[in-house]
T-cell receptor
Framework: GAVVSQHPSRVICKSGTSVKIECRSL??????MFWYRQFPKQSLMLMAT?????????EQGVEKDKFLINHASLTLSTLTVTSAHPEDSSFYIC????????????FGQGTRLTVV | DAKTTQPPSMDCAEGRAANLPCNHS???????VYWYRQIHSQGPQYIIH???NNETNEMASLIITEDRKSSTLILPHATLRDTAVYYC????????????FGTGTRLQVFP
């Protein structure tokens, strides 16, 4: 089946630095990808919709200048957490769906970000 | 906001069927019912989805009521590895349609 892969799976960074997370669709082209954030014991919260070749669409309350999204190709979207702070520590997950109707979404394995 | 309501937790004995309910009374005609599960510290795993007919695959069965306002996910023979949070989501099915997660049901399978 289709696979969505994230890298890295775990990252620790210093406060004030930026971190880039990659999301790849391995066996299908994804014109749209989605980024989620999950805090401990909470559900997934949609952050933004990543659109190939155009600007991302951010959910209400998500700072677009802090969470930079680039979707430069049909198989790769990146999320950059800029000037990270400890409160940005979270589990970040991406997903994508095949083009067409009646399709399911596939999720990456997630990236655990810890800001120290 | 999520358009589904699920019980926060359920228990099930190993080897028995686990029946997880979901209410989606405001579902529209174009929306599918999707089920995912998330095991601790992993990305969600797709289980099954359906529009109006009952569906079955190697993992589970999905029973959707005739009025489509509720559904039940059935794991026929639960194992300890089925312990996870199960999410029921309604969404249209195009690749541009986002999935909004509710709080899900935490299923605990015990020996």
């Amino acid at each position: 089946g289709a696979v969505v892969s994230q890298h890295p799976s775990r990252v620790i960074c210093k406060s004030g630095t930026s971190v880039k997370i990659e999301c790849r669709s391995l066996d299908f082209q994804a014109t749209t990808m989605f980024w989620y954030r999950q805090f401990p014991k909470q559900s997934l919260m949609l952050m933004a919709t990543s659109n190939e070749g155009s600007k991302a669409t951010y959910e209400q309350g998500v700072e677009k200048d802090k969470f930079l999204i680039n979707h430069a190709s049909l198989t790769l979207s990146t999320l950059t957490v800029t000037s990270a702070h400890p409160e940005d520590s979270s589990f970040y997950i991406c997903s994508a769906r095949r083009t067409g109707t009646g399709t399911e979404a596939f999720f990456g394995q997630g990236t655990r970000l810890t800001v120290v | 906001d999520a358009k589904t309501t699920q019980p926060p937790s359920m228990d099930c004995a190993e080897g028995r069927a686990a029946n997880l309910p979901c209410n989606h009374s405001t579902i529209s005609g174009n929306e599918y019912v999707y089920w995912y599960r998330q095991i601790h510290s992993q990305g969600p795993q797709y289980i099954i989805h359906g529009l109006k007919n009952n569906e079955t695959n190697e993992m589970a069965s999905l029973i959707i009521t005739e009025d489509r306002k509720s559904s039940t996910l059935i794991l026929p023979h639960a194992t300890l590895r089925d312990t996870a949070v199960y999410y029921c989501i309604v969404s249209e099915s195009y690749n541009t349609d986002k999935l909004i997660f509710g709080t899900g049901t935490r299923l605990q399978v015990f020996p």
